[in-house]
């Protein structure tokens, strides 16, 4: 059965301190890999997405992922995190033939205080 | 170009009633997929309905059913409700045949039952 696995479930972090949110995939087969932003009270929102080629991938906001096939990890990155990245982080993984099914992790919850 | 859209935003009901969840996919779409987001967790995979046929099911008892539209909207149902049924209700929507765009979501149902 797949599943993702977030490690982190709340992070706190002053502004312009560098960020990595890791996350590991269980998938029998090829997967397309999403990392998704839920700020208080809005709807998820996809931050950055790896389906083939350069496994380094760059998203809005500044953020970037990380593919790395061997570890089945796909961690995310910012190098200087803002007050405003203050929200819940969902990592999430499908099949690559089917765009609707997605298995996410339990989300981390990440503080930036000013 | 609208979005997800999903109604209602609250819904409060008590143990045994029913309740119907609705859904209109982003504009062109033809996937509609539920989640399900209990508190401190991600989101979980109800079920998907591609052309008015539900294609796939995750691990959710019966009690769960669903209907698409030929306008691609759809429906949620959840008979005999359960104060574990308390939850936000997440629709996403996509196309099926192109597995390399990722999902919409929309701003979700949150379902207090007591």
């Known amino acids: 059965a797949q599943s993702v696995s977030q490690h982190n479930h709340h992070v706190i972090l002053s502004e312009a301190a560098s960020l990595e949110l890791g996350c590991n995939y269980s998938?029998?087969?090829?997967?397309?890999l999403f990392w998704y932003v839920q700020y208080p009270g809005q709807h998820l929102q996809l931050l950055l997405k790896?389906?083939?080629?350069?496994?380094l991938v760059k998203g809005i906001k500044g953020f970037e992922a990380e593919f790395i096939k061997s570890k089945f990890s796909f961690n995310l990155r910012k190098p200087s995190v803002q007050w405003s990245d203050t929200a819940e982080y969902f990592c999430a993984v499908t099949g690559s033939t089917n765009a609707g099914k997605s298995t996410f992790g339990d989300g981390t919850t990440l503080t930036v205080k000013p | 170009d609208a979005g997800v859209t999903q109604s209602p935003t609250h819904l409060i009901k008590t143990r045994g009633q029913q309740v119907t969840l609705r859904c209109s996919p982003k504009s062109g779409h033809d996937t509609v997929s539920w989640y399900q987001q209990a508190l401190g967790q991600g989101p979980q995979f109800i079920f998907q309905y591609y052309e008015e046929e539900e294609r796939q099911r995750g691990n959710f008892p019966d009690r769960f059913s669903g209907h698409q539209f030929p306008n691609y909207s759809s429906e949620l149902n959840v008979n005999a409700l359960l104060l574990g049924d308390s939850a936000l209700y997440l629709c996403?929507?996509?196309?099926?045949?192109?597995?390399?765009?990722?999902?919409?979501f929309g701003d979700g149902t949150r379902l207090s039952i007591l």
């Open positions: 790896y389906f083939s080629g350069d496994p």
């Open positions: 996403a929507s996509s196309f099926q045949d192109r597995a390399n765009q990722p999902q919409h």
């Open positions: 998938y029998g087969g090829t997967v397309n």
